[in-house]
């Protein structure tokens, strides 16, 4: 059972736009910045936006962040077939000790 | 450009000890503002973050996993180590090295290995 919750699987068509949310708490995604991941199959994971809605260089402007209180959101426009991939979202827990923690991932699928 | 290569064995015995070591490349890892960290994920499943460590040693567990778990760094070989006890069939995943780079208030694993598959031999 993942900290952060996100929806197991999303799909959408070439050329639209999709939205995969994560929700955490008051210790969490509540305080804490929120950043996603995107894991192409059989590779690790690669850093999609920080800081909720902050782009790498070399990441599209077709990927974008947000967030609002205990729910962080990734959006991706222009849906494009290489975009094919398992997404999560992580956040540093203030609570205990502090830790990070990630959400159990959605499965994108382009159709 | 820095780059992460996990190594160890990829088989472990029930009840026995799990040791990894990341070896970075391209970038030293004495920079203090980094932190060096294990993520690891099961077949099929989604991420957990095992801990991390600064080059001055300080270093930072998973709740769930701290009773268990070391994390080491060798400056002088610009490595970092992990170290799970007491291994169960639970403990089967593929265990990746990263950086937690960016800033203060601003931080995310910048750069990963490209993970090892770890499987315990029951």
């Known amino acids: 059972q993942s900290v952060l919750t996100q929806p197991p699987s999303a799909s959408g068509t070439p050329g639209q736009r999709v939205t995969i949310s994560c929700s955490g708490s008051s210790s969490n995604v509540g305080v804490n910045p929120v950043t996603w991941y995107q894991q192409l199959p059989g590779t690790a994971p690669k850093l999609l936006i920080y800081?909720?809605?902050q782009r790498p260089s070399g990441v599209p402007d077709r990927f974008s962040g947000s967030k609002s209180g205990t729910s962080a959101s990734l959006a991706i426009s222009g849906l494009q077939s290489e975009d094919e991939a398992d997404y999560y979202c992580a956040a540093w827990d203030d609570s205990l000790s502090g830790y990070w923690v990630f959400g159990g991932g959605t499965k994108l699928t382009v159709l | 450009q820095l780059q992460l290569q996990e190594s160890g064995p990829g088989l472990v015995k029930p009840s026995e000890t799990l040791s990894l070591t990341c070896t970075v490349s391209g970038g030293s890892i004495s920079t203090s503002i980094y932190s060096w960290n294990w993520i690891r994920q099961p077949p099929g499943k989604g991420l957990e973050w095992i801990g991390s460590?600064?080059?001055?040693?300080?270093?930072y567990y998973n709740p769930s996993l701290k009773s268990r778990v070391t994390i080491s760094v060798d400056t002088s070989m610009n490595q970092f180590s992990l170290d799970l006890t007491s291994v169960t069939a639970a403990d089967t995943a593929v265990y990746y090295c990263?950086?937690?780079?960016?800033?203060?208030?601003?931080?995310?694993?910048?750069?990963w290995g490209q993970g090892t598959l770890v499987t315990d031999s029951s």
């Open positions: 460590v600064y080059s001055r040693g300080s270093t």
């Open positions: 990263a950086r937690l780079g960016g800033k203060t208030g601003a931080r995310y694993f910048d750069y």
């Open positions: 800081s909720n809605n």
